[in-house]
């Protein structure tokens, strides 16, 4: 089992829709999460990040975890076809430092 | 406000030859992170440093491969041998000096190494 398991996609959506794009990880030590966003040829971005239960809201963006279900997820609104991009969920273990991230969902935003 | 900086952005080097990456963090970062992607692949971790010193090597192959940060100047990722199968960008992540909770990294723009 991967330590960081995300959809393996590609998710496609017509603009202006809602895409929903989910993360689980198997170390329960994990503290901080996060969202980055990675278009082709180029380097990761950093969207979001969270380590409190619940939602946390940027914009278009809401970040939702659940720490006892190990479940992070990452909701965009309203769509737009410069959202098409590789999303990476990103789980780190803030007492040793490590960073594991997901091999990715690509999402595609149709117009 | 300039953000993570690696060089070269492109390396091209023949089998058997050595490969060296530089990355230089944020302005008053001092941990820097490796990763390495293969073409169509995630991101892999390969090391973590902080200036003079390694936290957590375990993602970096057990040959070849060596990462210091000294006190000054850039952090280098030497690739010692390459082989084509070393083909793939190597991205630099850094992050703020007091992590506090959080722990973002910033990425820098990579390097694609290609092995010909």
């Known amino acids: 089992q991967k330590e960081v398991e995300q959809n393996s996609g590609p998710l496609s959506v017509p603009e202006g829709a809602i895409a929903s794009l989910n993360c689980t990880y198997s170390?329960?030590?994990?503290?901080?999460f996060f969202w980055y966003r990675q278009y082709s040829g180029k380097s990761p971005e950093l969207i979001m990040f969270?380590?409190?239960?619940g939602d946390k809201e940027d914009g278009r963006f809401t970040a939702q975890l659940n720490k006892a279900s190990q479940y992070v997820s990452l909701l965009i609104r309203d769509s737009q076809p410069s959202d098409s991009a590789t999303y990476l969920c990103?789980?780190?273990?803030?007492?040793?430092?490590?960073?594991?991230f997901g091999d990715g969902t690509t999402l595609t935003v149709k117009p | 406000n300039a953000g993570v900086m690696q060089n070269p952005r492109h390396l091209v080097r023949r089998r058997g030859q050595e490969a060296r990456l530089r990355c230089s963090p944020m302005?008053?970062?001092?941990?820097v992170y490796w990763y390495r992607q293969l073409p169509e692949e995630g991101l892999k971790f390969m090391v973590y440093?902080?200036?003079?010193?390694?936290?957590?090597e375990s993602g970096m192959p057990k040959e070849r491969f060596s990462a210091e940060f000294p006190k000054e100047g850039p952090s280098i990722l030497r690739i010692q041998q390459v082989v084509r199968g070393d083909s793939a960008a190597y991205f630099c992540?850094?992050?703020?000096?007091?992590?506090?909770?959080?722990?973002?990294?910033?990425f820098g723009p990579g390097t694609r190494l290609t092995v010909t």
């Open positions: 992540a850094s992050s703020p000096t007091v992590p506090g909770i959080t722990y973002e990294q910033y």
């Open positions: 170390d329960r030590g994990s503290q901080s």
């Open positions: 969270i380590y409190s239960n």
């Open positions: 990103a789980v780190i273990d803030t007492n040793a430092g490590k960073s594991t």
């Open positions: 302005k008053g970062h001092s941990h």
């Open positions: 440093l902080q200036k003079e010193n390694i936290i957590d």
